[in-house]
């Protein structure tokens, strides 16, 4: 069993900065699973926002974040972090952790999903 907990959301303001967190556990090893972040704005579909590879070397984002987000990871921790800067009021939406055995960019379609933390960037 697989399971993902986030931490750090909260309420910003445009242009301030957060920092995501996601926990692995269970019966698993977490550097044998890709990672990655999508989220979700009321009223729309679940979006890709970045993948990590299992080692951290490979890295992908969405368009829409690019420049402005990193994905990292450390496998001593079990912990993948999404640091978040240059927050727009567009990136307000439910921020959904997950897990797969395999990497890919933004058609990644992971096995294991996070409850979700909620992001709010107030004008």
């Known amino acids: 069993q697989v399971q993902l907990v986030e931490s750090g959301g909260g309420l910003v303001q445009t242009g301030g900065s957060l920092r995501l967190s996601c926990a692995i556990s269970?019966?698993?090893?977490?550097?044998?699973?890709?990672m990655g972040w999508f989220r979700q704005a009321p009223g729309t579909e679940r979006e890709f926002v970045a993948t990590?590879?299992?080692?951290?070397?490979?890295?992908y984002y969405a368009d829409s974040v690019k420049g402005r987000f990193t994905i990292s990871r450390d496998n001593a921790k079990n912990t993948v972090y999404l640091q978040m800067n240059s927050l727009e009021s567009v990136d307000t939406a439910v921020y959904y952790c997950?897990?797969?055995?395999?990497?890919?960019?933004?058609?990644?379609?992971?096995?294991?999903w996070g409850q979700g933390t909620q992001v709010t960037v107030s004008s």
């Open positions: 990590i590879s299992w080692g951290g070397t490979n890295t």
């Open positions: 269970g019966r698993t090893s977490f550097s044998s699973f890709a």
């Open positions: 997950a897990a797969d055995a395999r990497y890919s960019g933004s058609d990644w379609r992971p096995t294991y």
